[in-house]
Structure formats: structure tokens, C-alpha cells
């Protein structure tokens, strides 16, 4: 099986599995709002992440579904209030009308409130205690203030804009933190060892960053018949931004120099990383 | 010590570990606009009603201090956004500016946001790492699309409004939920028996139902000046109340059934419970 198989196998298999699971004796209208955003078709990177680390680690993937599934109830979550008319005011996404255009604003907060809430449900209650346990952890870090909410309030607010550091500081918390926490989460559900963890911890540092760099560049160069969301909102909303800093070919030479540095760190993992270095390595295709 | 000075007491510890709580490493605004809130001076009935039930079960009560803390979180983070523009647009809680009204409305979402995603972190991080996993779990249960978002969303679109049992079904969940979660979380950090669990449950709803029940009767007969929210707010945007439906007097006999209930229900922990009933009672005396 090909790389473009497998990674469209294991999303099937977290889509089927975010499809399958049921917001227990929640009201008609919740469950209706946050089914809507989160069987919306994205890429699943964050769950097929931490299936790939999973069996990187050396378990079976379905091992790290529960935290798959939660991950992406997380990311979810956080583009439900990111479109919000407070936040960035997106009425588009993934080529569908956004949470609060279909349901309107209030009910898209509690939609975002609902699922980062069932995020830790779903992960808390998988069927190995410890994981479920260190996972949950893992993913409070990752989401929380020190994580992709403190990253979501540096960038609303343009904060440290005038800082050369602050692109690289708000991709490490906004996007860069969940990242990383789907690849360690899916090694802890496979019980690796801290060598293993240590060397997914690197991985997942340098990819979280060639993700968000490549997102920069993708709003300048991107076509948004294929992206299926608005294009070009960065520049026009003075947002922080790697181009602007780096030009066109610096930021594309930061991506790929971001990505060979995720690839070197798979070495203790052998032949059982080849995945996840083919992920970072089609992420980078999306700009070349 | 009599009543009114332990209830203090208790709060003030409530009060101090929040206090003393940092959200560590998250940018300064960020922390800023969620201890704005958190530190308001609210009644700290559910961190109290956790560190009582900790002592009625047999333990000191600090040993359900991190769980205290995050359900306080949790509350804190669902009065920011139930004040929102979108949801009841109230602009005073407490006798001060709401979190939006301060911050602007992307803060006071990220603010909740992130209160409601450290509450998670703060829970699983307790000494006692058993009772950190179990009550992180009650906490998912009780926030989450079958619990209190779930009744947030029943309230916010009057869902059921023309049944007569909507009053006490939005109740459960959206206050009641939480409140059952603070007191059966207290037992579970004291390591208290199924018997005492039960026992837990059974005050826990009965109380949860008076305490709403009260509060709609406050919103028609309360002080604004004393309560610190805007008040005659229910029948102005047509919210579910139990006063148009029972009238005063049957809304009034309902708070007192449901105490009454909720202090019978205590007979397991003999007097050990005291402090859990006197509780229930000076709730009601808000009313009477």
C-alpha cells in the first residue's frame, strides 16, 4: 500500500470512528451542531497522526483511536469560536458554511464548548486506564492556556507583533502544541518508551511549525476552490504572518528546513517512522 | 465554629488556592481576563460543597482542593460565556463589568475557553492520581452535551418550553449536573464508599433542583443591589422559569420540598453530614 492509501485508510478509519461515536443523552440540537463541524470532512491530520505514532511505537493504531478521536473533537472545537464573528468572522470552511452562519452564534459557542468538553469525555474513558489517564493530561497541556488557547489570544490580539520571535511563538502554541500532542499522545497509547517519546516530542515540534509556515504561505498562494476556505484573510487583516517576514522563497525554504529537521528526528524509530516522515514530507507538498 | 463562619472558612481556602493557582506559562492577557473572573468574589458554593463532602466522607477537606478548583473553573468559564452578546447579553456579574464588557467578546471566549480547559489540567494533576482520573471523568460527565452545556443549549433556545417538565429537565442539567458533580467529586477525593456515593447523589440532585429553583424565584422577588446581577431578566426574554408555572407560593414549596429532600437523603453520613445540610438550608433562606 501506497503512502496516499494509507493515510486515506487511517482516516476512514477515524472518520468511521468519529462518525460511530454518540454524544451520550446530550439534547438533538447539541449533538446536531457539533456533529456538523466535526464530520465536515477535514484532513484528520491530528488523528491519523497519532494512529501513525501509535503503530510507530509499536502497537496497533486502533490502540490510539479514543485520543484520536478527542484530538480532533479538540481541533473542532477550536475552528467553531476561531470562525466566530468575534474571532476571525469566517463564514466558510472546508467549503461548507461555518458553525454560527448555520446555527447561529450562541449555539455555536456551546457547539465549541460541547465538543472541547466531550474531547476529554472520549479520552478519559477509553478502555486503558493509564493512557486514558497520561493522554487527557497531555491533551489539557496542549489545549490550555500554555497550548492553543494562549496561542488563539497572542494571535487575535496581534500581541508581540513587532517581534520577530512572534510568528515562530504563536505557531508553537496555536497549531504547533495540538500537533505535537497527537503524535505523543498516540506513542503513549502504544506505551513506547522516552527514547520513543522523546524523539516523536522533536518530531512533532518541527512539524507543528512546517504546518503553520506552509498554512502561511498557502493564504498567499493558495486557490480557494481547492483549500475550500477564504484565502488571502491574513494580509487584509494585518494577521501575523511568516511571508510578510521571510518573503515568498524564505518561507518556503523555513518549511522545508522545518520538515527535514521533523524527518531527522524519526532515526530512533527505523523503518517503523517511514509514516510519519511521509506525512511531514506530503504536508510540504502542498506549497512545492 | 458555628455555620455562617465555616462556610467562610472553607470559602476563604477555596478563595486562597485559586488565588495562589498561576496558569502557568500562558500569555499574560490570556491569564489576566480568566482570573478577572475567576477571582471575582463569587459564593464558592461548589468548591465548598467539594471540600464538605470531602469531610463528611472521612478525609481533610484540603485533599479535594485541585477538585474544588477546577469545578470552580468550570462555573467561572460558563458565566463568561452565558454573558456573552450571543447568549444572554448581560453586562454585570458580581456588581462588576462582565468579562466581554472588559476584555471584548474574542477575550472573554478565549477566556472561557481556556478556564474551561485548565479546569481539566488543574483536576488531573491532584497528588492523588486515582482520584485526579475519576473525578476528571465526573467533571467531562457533568460539564459536557449530556450535562451542563447540554442544558445551556435547552435553556438558551427554550427548547421544550411548552412542556411542563422543561423547567426541571434544564435545571438537572445546567445547574444540577454540576452541582451533583461537586459534592459526589468531594466523596470521591475522601475515597468514600458506594453507600456514601449514593448517598451523595441523592443530595446532590435534590439540592441541585432547589438551587435553580430558588434563583428563579430571586430573578422575580431579589434584590439587584444584594444579588449583584440584573434581575427581572427571566420574564423580559421569556427564559423557562418555574415561577410562571407553579406561581410564588408553588415555586417557593418546591425549593423547600426539594431541601428538605436533599437533607434526608444525608441520614448515611449521621453527623457528619451537618455541615452538607446546613448548606441546603441556607440556600433556601435566600428565598424565605
Keep these: 500500500m501506497n503512502f496516499s492509501e494509507e493515510y486515506q485508510r487511517k482516516k476512514q478509519l477515524v472518520d468511521q470512528a468519529l462518525e460511530a461515536y454518540s454524544f451520550p443523552d446530550g439534547p438533538q440540537l447539541l449533538t446536531e451542531a457539533m456533529r456538523y463541524s466535526l464530520l465536515s470532512g477535514g484532513k484528520r491530520l491530528r488523528g491519523v497522526l497519532a494512529l501513525s505514532a501509535c503503530e510507530a511505537g509499536g502497537a496497533v493504531c486502533g490502540k490510539a483511536m479514543p485520543f484520536a ?91 508581540g507583533s513587532d517581534d520577530g520571535n512572534s510568528p515562530m511563538m504563536i505557531d508553537r502554541l496555536k497549531t504547533g502544541a495540538l500537533i505535537k500532542a497527537a503524535v505523543v499522545g498516540g506513542l503513549i497509547c502504544s506505551d513506547a518508551g522516552p527514547e520513543m517519546i522523546s524523539a516523536g516530542l522533536a518530531y512533532g515540534e518541527h512539524l507543528g511549525i512546517a504546518f503553520q509556515v506552509t498554512d502561511d504561505l498557502l493564504d498567499v498562494t493558495g486557490d480557494v476552490n481547492l483549500l475550500g476556505k477564504t484565502t488571502g484573510k491574513d494580509a487584509g487583516e494585518e494577521k501575523i504572518s511568516w511571508v510578510p517576514l521571510l518573503g515568498l522563497d524564505g518561507t518556503r525554504k523555513k518549511a522545508e528546513n522545518e520538515t527535514r529537521q521533523a524527518c531527522d528526528a524519526l532515526a530512533p524509530f527505523g523503518d517503523a517512522g517511514k509514516m510519519l516522515a511521509e506525512i511531514a514530507l506530503s504536508m510540504l507538498d502542498r506549497v512545492s
Design 69 to 159: 478521536c478527542a484530538i480532533e473533537m479538540i481541533h473542532a472545537y477550536s475552528l467553531i469560536h476561531d470562525d466566530l464573528p468575534a474571532m476571525d468572522n469566517d463564514t466558510l470552511r472546508r467549503g461548507k458554511p461555518t458553525s454560527h452562519v448555520v446555527y447561529g452564534e450562541a449555539n455555536a459557542i456551546l457547539a465549541g464548548d460541547g465538543l472541547l468538553t466531550e474531547a476529554f469525555r472520549c479520552c478519559l474513558k477509553a478502555p486503558d486506564q493509564t493512557a486514558a489517564f497520561r493522554t487527557a493530561v497531555l491533551l489539557a497541556d496542549a489545549a490550555g492556556s500554555a497550548g492553543m488557547v494562549g496561542g488563539q489570544i497572542m494571535d487575535v490580539n496581534r500581541l
